[in-house]
């Protein structure tokens, strides 16, 4: 199948801790994983995405990594600030165009 | 640009009436994606167009619903008659689809719907 699973489904933390968020998933022929950022009443917005022949990507306070071996892939943001609250949804790509999102994690950060 | 444009951003009605629901895609994507967004459910898709035809439908729940897009420019997502069920945001977004079964989607910002 095509699911993806994704957890925590709330994490709380405190401003410049970091925060992970892991997502697995089952389908073999995946081969993009974006993460995606959603504010409050707002769409989901694209963070950084991952392909499947690189196994760590960064963007400043942001990385990706993935472990194609065992099927998941994480999001790491260091130095967590209040603008950094959100909902971020894992997803992944590839066999099918269509792609397939997590249940979404929000994230809090406490100034 | 002006990126994907959804209207009404806010549509209170009640059980029974029809809904029509609207999105004007980026200039030059060729997906197009209905997405419903609930607390329970996250985000589900809907129906995903590639060039204006419809390619997978099988998110739609029933009946109920119907989706058109008549041209790349436009798209409707229609519930007739509407049900308190059927509360959500909903999302409308697109891409431009290459050759590879990769790329980001573009999304607008929700419709709200309130079914009393």
């Known amino acids: 199948g095509e699911n993806v699973e994704q957890h925590p489904s709330t994490l709380s933390v405190q401003e410049g801790d970091s925060a992970v968020i892991k997502c697995t998933y089952s389908d073999s022929a995946s081969n993009y994983f974006p993460w995606y950022k959603q504010e409050l009443g707002k769409g989901p917005q694209l963070i950084i995405d991952i392909r499947s022949n690189v196994g760590e990507k960064k963007d400043q306070r942001i990385a990706v990594t993935l472990n194609k071996t065992a099927k998941h892939f994480s999001l790491h943001i260091t130095e967590t600030q209040p603008e950094d609250s959100a909902v971020y949804f894992c997803?992944?790509?590839?066999?099918?165009?269509?792609?397939?999102f997590g249940r979404g994690t929000s994230l809090i950060v406490h100034p | 640009d002006a990126g994907v444009i959804q209207s009404p951003r806010h549509e209170v009605t009640e059980m029974g009436q029809e809904v029509t629901l609207r999105c004007k895609p980026i200039s030059g994507h060729n997906s197009l994606f209905w997405y419903r967004q609930t607390m329970m459910r996250g985000l589900e898709l809907l129906i995903y167009f590639n060039n204006n035809v419809p390619i997978d439908d099988s998110g739609m729940p029933e009946d109920r619903f119907s989706a058109k897009m008549p041209n790349a420019s436009f798209s409707t997502l229609k519930i007739q008659p509407s049900e308190p069920r059927d509360s959500a945001v909903y999302f409308c977004?697109?891409?431009?689809?290459?050759?590879?079964?990769?790329?980001?989607?573009?999304f607008g910002e929700g419709s709200r719907l309130t079914v009393l």
């Open positions: 977004a697109s891409s431009f689809r290459r050759t590879a079964n990769t790329g980001e989607l573009f």
């Open positions: 997803a992944r790509q590839g066999g099918s165009y269509i792609p397939t």
